[in-house]
């Protein structure tokens, strides 16, 4: 079993940053991977970015260059963090983490990014 914890988010003008955390505790030595997804109004959910726990990233093409996610962890809780720098407007959402292990994925309950522009 895992619990993920989100933090972060809000409101933000177009140009600047915000940073996304996304505690995992829990069965956390038996996470593959942690990502974000996000979700705009009437639009499916999509991958923002992934890390494996050995260090792999993927990007969608609309954040790369801008975003950076990391991972780091002790031995009670994994942090996936997602640096999120030059928002835009299209980035507006709400961002679900989420933790994969073999045979199940766990996700989180959603943090609301709003850029004005």
């Known amino acids: 079993q895992v619990h993920l914890m989100e933090s972060g988010g809000g409101s933000v003008q177009a140009g600047g940053s915000l940073r996304l955390s996304c505690g995992a505790s829990g069965s956390i030595f038996s996470i593959n991977a942690m990502g974000w997804y996000r979700q705009a109004p009437g639009k499916q959910r999509e991958l923002v970015a992934l890390i494996s726990s050995g260090g792999r990233t993927t990007y969608a093409d609309s954040v790369k260059g801008r975003f950076d996610i990391t991972i780091s962890r002790d031995n009670v809780v994994k942090v996936a963090s997602l640096q999120m720098n030059s928002l835009k407007s299209e980035d507006t959402a709400v961002y679900f983490c989420?933790?994969?292990?073999?045979?199940?994925?766990?996700w989180g309950q959603g943090t609301q990014v709003t850029v004005s522009s």
């Open positions: 989420n933790a994969v292990q073999t045979h199940y994925t766990y």
